[in-house]
């Protein structure tokens, strides 16, 4: 025990000093005081608020003017309950460092002392503890247009109701892009913070995702973080995965691979469950990789069987891994496979939408009002445990919608028919473009009283800036930081937007190229076709300013060059393919 002196002071103001990272500051905050047998008034306090994690310091004070009475400190207890660690730091100064929570939490640290009489007495501070570790929560749709939010106000028919309010609520980006405009290299640069490219995951082709990638599940493990991943994945070795096949089992005739022959032991190696990912509810339909139940309970980690609808399933997953991990700083990645094809939804959601000229585009209706509908399910639960204003939700789709050139309303059954019901108006081209109807895509995040409330951002974003901004309020070191492609883009106090003109965004796909900086687009298809874009206004073939600003395309030619002379796979791109040449004749007539 600590013997105190306590004497020869005036009654002061009551003082506490709070300090992280070298920096302090001092607040009052009342606090109870008591009396010892002669009369001497004892107290402490504490600032009104505090972050977990820093260290507070607490100094114990008394009216004690002239005499050499003295107390004993006896222990140190809070209101949270667990064993508060207080060190004496000088004469009439301790220290503790606050405790960690999930939510705004009330807090009281009592003393207990005892005076020369032997008679004891407690004195008492309040503060509030605010939690350090924010959640991270990415919702990552699959193949939705950019109209296709409400928020977006460009259709009538959308019905977005709880995604529509995370925008009122937080933070829309109306120059949002993804990294790929297909789904496996953008799904790999959503989960490392990284151009896909860096590590070879240039498009479908080239799954499975590089076993020595660090993700993002690793990067937020390492910070204390419990991480979680639910619905679609697609980096795991697949049908397309036939470049891998050739590198590994070089002795075998390609026409013999087939991934359901391949041992589960080699198979599971690409799994989120053995990338980062501690808690799994991954799969597509019907069938799901797992190690919790959708009643909360923790299971083995196996493959289970599911035939509820494959979207209910993937909201109910990520609520209750909510439900499962509200006490601990989580990062959770909740992918629905939808409205991709193929087209399903049940009769409650369609019921909802009866009336339309396309059954595709009712479909995907459905399809995304039940994707709305776990985005609400989600903030509910977040609700419930108190800890929606200590969770960034970023909503985002994977690719622009797939349209099939001409929009063919052909019968749900049909599996070869691209459009998916989506629509990416009014931008130009579709799914595997890089036209922006192909990357541009609904772009939303919501950090509750931390990022301001109902903002529109124009200047162009991209889905890895995302990543970095979490992980950087989440504590991450400048080293880790330095390995990641984004940018902190979120706009709290002091934010300035305009340096999101001065920062290039860079694009490759198939035998395309394209990179943006400002209001400028660079586009290259093939060796044979160069277009310059003024975005301000819009793509298009009457846009095309690459005759009348040569020294502006050199310059966005230049910035891409240096940037895709560090990646990996270096590819001829010295012709299109029979797609990308329909792409170019439709909508760009060159």
């Not at 109209?147 to 109701?161: M, S, Y």
């Not at 995304?368 to 200590?390: P, R, T």
Request: proline share 5%; net charge negative; glycine share 6%.
């Amino acid at each position: 025990m600590d013997a105190i002196k306590l004497w020869g002071l005036s009654f002061l103001a009551l003082l506490c000093v709070c300090s992280c990272g070298g920096d302090s500051h001092s607040s009052s905050q009342s606090a109870s005081s008591g009396k010892n047998q002669t009369g001497n008034i004892y107290s402490i306090a504490l600032p009104k608020e505090f972050t977990s994690d820093v260290k507070v310091f607490v100094t114990l004070n008394s009216s004690q003017t002239s005499s050499d009475q003295s107390v004993t400190l006896e222990s140190w207890s809070s209101s949270l309950g667990a064993p508060l660690d207080v060190s004496k730091t000088s004469d009439k100064t301790f220290s503790f460092i606050a405790p960690q929570v999930r939510k705004r939490t009330p807090f009281t640290i009592t003393a207990r002392l005892v005076d020369e009489s032997g008679s004891k007495f407690s004195v008492s501070a309040q503060s509030l503890i605010i939690p350090s570790k924010p959640n991270l929560i990415v919702i990552f749709t699959d193949d939705q247009g950019y109209a296709d939010v409400g928020a977006h106000n460009i259709v009538n028919d959308i019905e977005t109701p709880n995604i529509d309010k995370l925008a009122a609520n937080g933070v829309l980006f109306s120059n949002g892009y993804i990294t790929a405009p297909q789904c496996t290299p953008s799904r790999a640069g959503m989960i490392t913070g990284m151009y896909q490219q860096r590590f070879g995951v240039d498009d479908n082709r080239y799954t499975p995702i590089p076993k020595d990638v660090v993700t993002m599940g690793d990067r937020f493990s390492d910070l204390g973080y419990t991480t979680g991943l639910v619905g679609k994945w697609h980096l795991e070795i697949d049908q397309n995965s036939k470049p891998w096949f050739r590198e590994n089992f070089p002795d075998t005739p390609i026409e013999d691979f087939n991934p359901g022959k391949l041992p589960s032991s080699l198979k599971e190696q690409y799994y989120p469950s053995s990338l980062g990912y501690i808690y799994n509810y991954f799969g597509y339909a019907n069938r799901y990789w797992g190690n919790y139940d959708l009643h909360g309970n923790t299971t083995e980690l196996g493959w289970v069987n599911n035939s509820d609808y494959r979207l209910d399933v993937i909201s109910d997953a990520a609520s209750q891994f909510i439900d499962i991990n509200h006490n601990e700083p989580f990062y959770l990645h909740v992918a629905h496979y939808a409205p991709h094809v193929p087209l399903e939804a049940t009769e409650d959601y369609l019921s909802l939408f009866p009336q339309q000229t396309s059954n595709r585009r009712r479909y995907a209706l459905a399809m995304m009002y039940a994707v709305d509908s776990g985005v609400g399910k989600i903030v509910s639960k977040l609700e419930e445990h108190g800890i929606l204003d200590n969770t960034i939700i970023a909503f985002i789709s994977d690719n622009g919608a797939p349209v099939g050139l001409d929009f063919t309303d052909a019968p749900i059954s049909e599996k070869k028919e691209a459009w998916n019901g989506s629509l990416n108006t009014p931008l130009l081209g579709e799914k595997g473009m890089l036209t922006d109807g192909g990357i541009k895509v609904p772009f939303i995040i919501h950090w509750l009283e931390k990022l301001q409330s109902n903002t529109v951002i124009e200047e162009p974003v991209i889905s890895l800036d995302v990543l970095y901004s979490a992980i950087k309020v989440a504590g991450a070191t400048e080293d880790t930081l330095s390995q990641l492609d984004g940018i902190d883009i979120f706009p709290t106090e002091g934010f300035n937007e305009n340096y999101l003109l001065e920062r290039p965004l860079f694009w490759r796909f198939w035998n395309q190229s394209a990179v943006r900086l400002g209001n400028y687009k660079y586009l290259r298809m093939g060796p044979d076709y160069e277009f310059l874009f003024d975005l301000s206004s819009e793509e298009s073939s009457s846009n095309n300013l690459i005759s009348d600003m040569p020294e502006k395309a050199q310059e966005l030619r230049g910035l891409y060059e240096k940037w895709n002379a560090e990646i990996l796979r270096q590819p001829q791109q010295d012709s299109l393919n029979s797609q990308e040449r329909d792409w170019l004749s439709f909508y760009l007539t060159p």
